[in-house]
């Protein structure tokens, strides 16, 4: 049963951008807190960002001031605006919900920053 559905990643130079999207079903997307993690090579998978049904917003030090979490309730989508890349954000990108993550995990989106 796929729950997430995680696009938008790419290859990108230091400094570039993207935007990554997250759908998910309705009743997760209207109940839970969503959020954004990623798992770099050889490391556990982080948190990065979350941001409630009430639009409230958090986010990891590490992506603070470079990063913002919005969410589109018309479509059940969640995305990660990505600015000022740097090669450590390299990662799978994944979406779930927060605090405790469902078991089921989507495919996530690629996102490599390299020049």
């Known amino acids: 049963q796929v729950q997430f559905v995680e696009s938008g990643g790419g290859l990108v130079q230091p400094g570039g951008s993207l935007r990554l999207s997250c759908a998910t079903s309705?009743?997760?997307?209207?109940?839970?807190?969503l959020g954004w993690y990623r798992q770099a090579p050889g490391k556990q998978r982080e948190f990065v960002a979350t941001?409630?049904?009430?639009?409230?917003?958090n986010y990891a030090d590490s992506v603070k001031g470079r990063f913002t979490i919005s969410r589109d309730n018309a479509k059940n989508t969640v995305y990660l605006q990505m600015n000022s890349l740097k090669p450590e954000d390299t990662a799978v990108y994944y979406c779930?919900?927060?605090?405790?993550?469902?078991?089921?995990w989507g495919q996530g989106t690629q996102v490599t920053i390299s020049s």
């Open positions: 779930n919900t927060f605090p405790t993550p469902r078991t089921s």
């Open positions: 941001i409630t049904n009430g639009f409230s917003t």
């Open positions: 309705r009743n997760i997307f209207l109940i839970f807190t």
